[in-house]
Structure formats: C-alpha cells, structure tokens
C-alpha cells in the first residue's frame, strides 16, 4: 500500500465515510498511533487511583500526558541532581513519577506552590480572561503531604510565591523539572533559577506550552531560550521538552 493509502487507511481504517474510532481521543488529542499505555495494567492501575484524587468530580483522561512525563522523568533518573516540580496542585503528577518508579530513592523532590492557588497578581490580560486568578485553590500543603506520605523523606516544600521563595530556597543541581505555574510571570522565573541548575541531559517538561488561553506563557519560554542552542520542543499533548544541551 503507498504511504497516502496507508495514511489514508490510518484515518479511517474501516474505508468508509464515517469517522474513526481512535485508540485514545482525550484531552485534546486523538490517534490510531501505538500508545504504550493502553494495555500497561501496572500504569492503568495508578493512574486511576492517581484520577480518583485528583479530578474528583469528573472522568478525565490525560494518560497521554501523564505517560510522556513519567518516561521523559525515569530518563532523567541517572542525571546528577535532584528532581523539581513547580506548580504541584493536588500531587497528581508528583504522585504518578514516583508510583511508576520514575525517581529513585536517592534522589530529592522539590515541590513548590503556593498551596492556595494561582496569585491574582502579575497575571496577563490573557491570563486574568482564562480565569487564572485563584484558580487550583483546592489544594494545601497537609493535603498533598498526606498523598505523597509513602515518599516522605524525598520529599522538599517549598510552599509561597515563587518570587520569594526561590531567593531562599537551594535545590542544588537538578536532574529533571516539571515546570506547571499556567501563569506567564512565575513561569519566568522559575526558568530562570531552575534553567542554569540544570544538569547536561537534564529536561524540562511544560505542562501547558500548547493550550490555548495561555500563550503568554508560551512567549515566556519561546523569549528564555531564544538566544540559547537549546531548542523547545512542541508535543502533540500540549505540552513541551526543552533538554539541556
């Protein structure tokens, strides 16, 4: 079969009119593609334990996403540093990187947030019409220490606005970031503390580089690396890898 026939096939493998059922079309994305995920029974059991807590009220399914951070952080498992997240919420995230076993016991875990939601201050325009200003308030420092209990000792917080809690707060050389603050001016920030602690082959993910409503955040990062070899880049999940060269 030639390439457009299969690429033809792949969007409607039945060969009709109707459109295909993918094997996963959630959260913005769609595809017939091979997701590793799928048939992972160990993955598909903590993620929806992980779900129960963190999306309560509704049936969200963002595997994709939590399956591309899970891998790109168990491959920064073996890079000198510790790992960092910036914007914890409810530890949904944090929860799955160590449930996967993603980050040894060895390592540190820096968690920093507000634990009261996003400051209505210093938002954008852009961001103030998404409804940023206050918004992942459900979330508090006992909460998500109560969720991560079994990894307590890994543990770091670091709980306050980033603008003053990185000027005390060391994490050392760092292996791995998950970087998701949704705002633009915090966002800033952390880039500029957690980018130079970097080590070599150590990455960053952006959770929300592609969503729309929050552009500003992208233009944040897209002006951080503009004048640096490292090169942002752009997943289909909506979010984002930047390797440190």
Sequence with gaps: MSLLGRLRRGLNPAGGSKRASFRFDSDGLATNHYSPFVDDAAFNESYSRMRREW???ADVDVRWRMWLLTQIARQCSQIDGAFAEFGVYRAGCAFMIFETGALPASKRFFLFDTFEGIPADQLTKSEVAADLSGAHADTSVDYVRERLKPWADQLVFV???VNQTLTAQETGTLAFVHM???????????LEYAFPRLSAGGMIVFDDYGWTGLEAQRDVIDGFVRDKPEQ??????GQALLVKL
């Design 232 to 237: 942002v880049i752009a997943l289909p999940t």
């Design 55 to 57: 999306f309560p009220d």
């Design 159 to 161: 709980p306050g606005d």
């Design 180 to 190: 998701d603050l949704n705002a633009s001016a915090p966002t800033q920030v952390a």
